[in-house]
């Protein structure tokens, strides 16, 4: 039985996944090499691979199209075409159940004045992130996309703005701090081999 997923879509997103004379499904068709098929009354998208060996892409293109579903646009959306790149969903309604008010509260408070909030948590955190309905949606590498959660999570908490933002910033310095000291023992490894190659005589 060949791979096949379904997707459900929100009614008004199913006109960008098909695009403009169908422009951006052919493209997810062509880059990730599957079929999509499409049922605007239910809302289902069916995704399978036009290869049963393209399995990998097949699952790309049901996160691209996870991820236009949720709020991004289709450019933000081939980020997931990357290398190690994944989406993650944080459903809103698992901490402030179905409540409309407080999902809106929770919305506003994560977008920020302007869209400030969630730029600022994409900028520190190297992720793309869309609030849509009762989802906040992130695209990113693993450990991008768990500070990125973290930060959302800790807001969804009542923790404040700038709380947040000092711990990814703490988080994004300690990351440099770590990365230039792998560096340095890298480049004294390399030096002490480069010396040992030219040197026969220093290793005895």
């Excluded at 990730?32 to 009354?41: G, M």
């Excluded at 404040?160 to 560096?183: A, F, M, P």
Aim: charged share 30%; glycine share 8%; proline share 2%.
């Amino acid at each position: 039985m060949s791979f096949q997923q379904s997707v459900k879509v929100p009614n008004d997103r199913i006109g960008v996944i098909i695009g403009k004379e169908g422009k951006i499904k052919n493209e997810i068709e062509n880059r990730c090499k599957v079929l999509i098929r499409i049922d605007s009354e239910s809302g289902s998208v069916i995704i399978s691979p036009r290869d049963p060996s393209e399995l990998e892409q097949a699952f790309k293109a049901v996160e691209i199209v996870s991820a236009i579903s949720r709020g991004f646009s289709p450019e933000r959306s081939y980020r997931l075409l990357g290398d190690d790149v994944l989406l993650q969903l944080v459903d809103l309604n698992e901490y402030v159940g179905r409540s409309h008010n407080q999902i809106t509260r929770l919305k506003g408070r994560l977008i920020g004045e302007g869209g400030k909030s969630r730029k600022t948590i994409e900028d520190l955190t190297g992720t793309a992130i869309s609030i849509y309905g009762h989802t906040v949606a992130i695209i990113g590498n693993f450990e991008d996309i768990k500070l990125a959660s973290d930060a959302i999570l800790n807001l969804v908490k009542g923790r404040s703005h700038k709380t947040v933002y000092n711990l990814l910033q703490e988080k994004r310095r300690r990351d440099k701090i770590d990365r230039l000291h792998l560096w340095e023992e890298s480049n004294i490894r390399h030096n002490k081999h480069s010396v040992n190659l030219s040197n026969p005589d220093s290793r005895e």
